[in-house]
């Protein structure tokens, strides 16, 4: 079975950084694409990041390209999400997802992703 937990939320304010983990088990092969994703209150999900396990290959939304980079640590079985330059419009819950994939072929498209963990709420003031 596939379990994701985001974690690494908080508030900062505008200008400053956060760091999200995803931790991911039931992983059966590195064949699998690991999403961001965000939504904020009244807003639908919005796709932020994909890194595909196999190749390291990366997917970003134009929004968050520049300031947000995602990468994995193969020890820890875990997906960073380094978010910097951060925006009051940042603000939202992060969540992580997988699935059996590349990032070429499924993007940042939140409908791709079976397999979803709790969010981590994360708050910029202005």
């Known amino acids: 079975e596939v379990q994701l937990q985001a974690s690494g939320g908080g508030l900062v304010q505008a200008g400053g950084s956060l760091r999200l983990s995803c931790g991911a088990s039931g992983l059966t092969s590195e064949n699998f694409a690991i999403g961001w994703f965000r939504q904020a209150p009244g807003k639908g999900r919005e796709g932020v990041s994909c890194i595909s396990l196999n190749d390291g290959s990366t997917v970003y939304a134009d929004s968050v390209k520049g300031r947000f980079t995602t990468s994995k640590d193969n020890d820890k079985n875990t997906v960073n999400l380094q978010m910097n330059s951060l925006k009051p419009e940042d603000t939202a819950v992060y969540y992580c997802?997988?699935?059996?994939?590349?990032?070429?072929?499924?993007?940042?498209?939140?409908?791709?992703?079976?397999?979803w963990g709790q969010g981590t709420q994360v708050t910029v003031s202005s």
């Open positions: 997802a997988a699935e059996w994939s590349h990032c070429d072929f499924i993007g940042v498209e939140p409908s791709e992703y079976d397999y």
